[in-house]
Structure formats: C-alpha cells, structure tokens
C-alpha cells in the first residue's frame, strides 16, 4: 500500500540519516532482538541485509514509555504464526524513538507503535499505525509477502535515491 501522508524521498532520507545515527544502542534495546522477536539490532544492519537478500525490511518504531509498543512486541511479533510468517521473508528491526529521533521525523511517525514495511528498493509496502492484533497483522502483511518483489536494477541506495513515494 503506497502512502500518501509520507511525501518523502524513503531511500534518500535512509541514506542520509543511516549513517548518522549514533548506533549505540542500550542494553535493554538490544534484548528484542537476542530474544529472537527481531532480526536485528540496528536499523542499518537490518537495512543491510535487506538490500542483500533482497528481502523486505519491516521497521517497528517504539517508544519506551509505550504500553501498546511493548503489548505488540510481545503478543503480535512474539505470535509463532507472526514470527513463522515474518521468518525468512524479511529482515526485521525495532527501532526505538531515543535512538532514531532524526529519521522518525523525517519519516513524519506521529505515534507509537508505527511499523513499516519497506521493499528493498525503498517502496512503503505498508505503513501501519497503532497497535495490532496478530491475526490483523498478519492479514494485512502477509499478502505483501506472498507477492514477488518487483526489481529496480541494483541494490544500491544511490540508484533508487530519486523514487518517490505517492
């Protein structure tokens, strides 16, 4: 689902807010993904293994202070059926709002948990905000999913830097 409300350049503003995001994470931060909820720690090790996998890149921005936030982590993406249906299709992240305060402003995230998810060409396959139940999300990402991810040449940021979400 492309999404109007995000009139970003999404590959430019990776490109240029990745690198400079300071990828020290917290402790407590890191422990989503060493207990195997996600994939990864950092947004750019998870937006790394995306491009090279070819493989869809699901965000979930979180907040500490979210009740809602925590609830999803563990009841939607800690669902087995969520994870058997995330596992090996995407590379996943959560990204907490301490740590990528810059790009959750320039993506315009006005609330938490907001989830993304994005093909490896940078295309806003679906944006969804607030929390969901697992079966919800499942029914709203999992034909994405099923659907074969169309190739815009090289994965390299700078050649789909100038695609434009609608």
Not at 8 to 20: F, G, K, Q, S
Not at 99 to 107: E, G, R, T
Not at 139 to 154: C, K
Request: aromatic share 6%; glycine share 6%; net charge positive.
């Amino acid at each position: 689902m492309k999404t109007p409300y995000l009139p970003i350049t999404l590959l430019a503003t990776l490109a240029v807010l990745l690198p400079n995001v300071a990828v020290a994470q917290t402790s407590a931060h890191k422990t989503v993904a060493q207990d195997g909820i996600f994939d990864h720690a950092t947004v750019e090790g998870a937006w790394k293994e995306a491009i090279l996998r070819r493989r869809p890149l699901l965000v979930m921005f979180t907040s500490d202070n979210c009740t809602y936030c925590r609830k999803m982590a563990k009841e939607t993406f800690g669902n087995p059926q969520v994870q058997h249906l995330l596992r090996g299709r995407t590379e996943s992240v959560m990204a907490h709002s301490d740590d990528y305060a810059a790009l959750i402003k320039k993506l315009g995230i006005r609330g938490y948990p907001s989830s993304l998810l994005i093909s490896p060409e940078g295309e806003v396959l679906e944006f969804i905000e607030g929390y969901l139940e697992p079966k919800a999300f499942a029914q709203r990402v999992g034909p994405l999913l099923a659907q074969p991810l169309r190739h815009v040449g090289s994965a390299n940021l700078s050649n789909v830097a100038n695609q434009h979400l609608e």
